[in-house]
């Protein structure tokens, strides 16, 4: 989105994205996330729970797959188990490994998601905005910048900045899924609005995010790998 073919980035649309997200996020913050949360949080799904509606289930279980440690276990792991493929196939070349993960999908998809990951965990404790919890048990936002504590970790969504770092990379590198891994990303997002544990202007911070990161990392890595 923020990248051309040639893998230079865009700052100038990244900037006009920077200015669109805060503005939708100042929004949010200020009166409309309550409005849109509670057209799209129904009141008996919470990520706490057990519910036996088809779409509350669904999205729990979006919300176990594609959280920030599944994300990263599953990129690493498939970044070792390549590096450890392509050592063995060239009779233990562990120097050709190397060099051939620096290019590799699986180093590009996990490079996306770590720094997305990283970006997304200090913005939470920079902000500190609570989560909807305390909004559905005390009818009240509030921050608390530098909290470690877990309720005041809502903005932006790992879930989702992850999630649109990983599969918006993925769209990059196979343009044909592309619309796969953009529609999934999104409702990704949106899952995590529907039960509960995160407002939409986290969720649309957390896209912004996820994006970013992938574009750079891809911009980033093919400028390193051509040297």
Do not use: Q
């Not at 519910?51 to 509350?56: N, T, V």
């Not at 790992?158 to 999934?184: D, E, Q």
């Amino acid at each position: 989105m923020f990248i051309r073919k040639d893998n230079s980035l865009k700052w100038n649309w990244i900037g006009i994205g920077a200015l669109v997200t805060l503005a939708l996020v100042l929004a949010g913050v200020f009166g409309l996330d309550e409005v849109l949360y509670t057209l799209i949080h129904p009141i008996d799904c919470n990520m706490w729970t057990i519910s036996d509606g088809f779409l509350c289930s669904t999205a729990i279980i979006l919300g176990k797959v594609f959280g920030a440690k599944m994300w990263l276990f599953a990129s690493l792991v498939a970044v070792v188990v390549f590096f450890i493929y392509k050592a063995i196939k060239n009779e233990n070349d562990f120097r050709y490994a190397f060099v051939k993960i620096k290019n590799s999908y699986v180093f590009y998809v996990f490079c996306s998601v770590l720094s997305a990951a990283v970006v997304a965990g200090v913005l939470k404790l920079l902000i500190g905005r609570s989560r909807p919890i305390l909004f559905d048990a005390l009818d009240k936002m509030d921050f608390d910048s530098g909290s470690f504590d877990y309720v005041f970790h809502s903005m932006p969504s790992g879930h989702t900045a992850v999630s649109f770092a990983g599969l918006v990379m993925l769209g990059m590198l196979f343009p044909r899924i592309k619309w796969a891994t953009w529609t999934l990303a999104i409702i990704i997002g949106v899952s995590r609005v529907y039960v509960g544990a995160h407002w939409p202007a986290d969720v649309i911070l957390g896209a912004f995010v996820g994006m970013v990161c992938a574009d750079i990392t891809k911009s980033v890595l093919k400028r390193i790998n051509s040297k």
